[in-house]
């Protein structure tokens, strides 16, 4: 099956720097997302970017469907953007997540 | 307001008791899927519903099943919880092509 990896696993960063996280995937996917899961276990969507750019705010994203690979950027971090960042994409109906990058900023 | 409910949001039971949790959207989504999530595997989809009455398999069906009778609401059945179906539960919604809605989540433990 189609192998998602995200990069880095995990993440430690002060308040107010900015992070670049990596998705690729094995194979092509379609309807490409990123998602938030903050320390209370709630799924948020971020966006959904099944290729080219996106921006919300301090957040932004990239996807690359013909090299397999998305990025989400974070800029000015603040505390409250701790929590896990999901990848996922569909393929052949079924939806496959990568593991996530567990972000932890530091005030 | 647009939303995916599931009930119940804990639950604690023993082995070889069936239980069901339910699933609710009301955003007329024609896709919807549950997922297991279970400390760094991340989420695995465990069934999907493309519509009423198509359902198929996600990565891990061995232990569930599901239904879709009507649109909103798409079950999660248990017959016989064993203990390694311990885990955090997500039903989650969306159109095809769309981004997905998440429920908020059903903590699981089988004793």
């Known amino acids: 099956g189609i192998q998602v990896e995200q990069s880095p696993p995990d993440l430690i960063l002060q308040e107010g720097a900015n992070s670049t996280l990596r998705c690729n995937f094995s194979?092509?996917?379609?309807?490409l997302q990123w998602f938030h899961q903050n320390p209370w276990g709630q799924l948020i969507n971020l966006f959904y970017?099944?290729?080219g750019t996106k921006q919300n705010g301090r957040l932004s994203a990239t996807t690359v469907a013909t090299e397999r690979y998305s990025l989400l950027y974070i800029s000015s971090s603040q505390t409250t953007d701790s929590g896990v960042y999901f990848c996922?994409?569909?393929?052949?109906?079924?939806?496959?997540f990568g593991k996530g990058t567990r972000l932890h900023i530091l005030p | 307001e647009a939303q995916v409910t599931q009930n119940p949001r804990y639950l604690i039971t023993v082995t070889g008791k069936k239980l069901t949790v339910t699933c609710s959207q009301n955003?007329?989504?024609?896709?919807m899927s549950w997922y297991r999530q279970d400390p760094g595997l991340g989420l695995r989809q465990i069934y999907y519903?493309?519509?009423?009455?198509?359902?198929d398999k996600g990565d891990v069906p061995e232990g569930y099943k599901v239904s879709r009778k009507e649109k909103r609401n798409f079950p999660l059945i248990l017959e016989s919880p064993s203990p390694n179906q311990t885990s955090l539960y997500f039903c989650?919604?969306?159109?095809?092509?769309?981004?997905?809605?998440f429920g908020p989540g059903t903590r699981l433990t089988v004793l």
């Open positions: 989650a919604s969306s159109l095809v092509a769309g981004t997905q809605y």
């Open positions: 194979d092509s996917v379609n309807n």
């Open positions: 970017i099944p290729s």
């Open positions: 996922a994409g569909l393929r052949d109906d079924k939806i496959i």
């Open positions: 955003m007329n989504h024609e896709y």
């Open positions: 519903s493309m519509n009423v009455e198509v359902t």
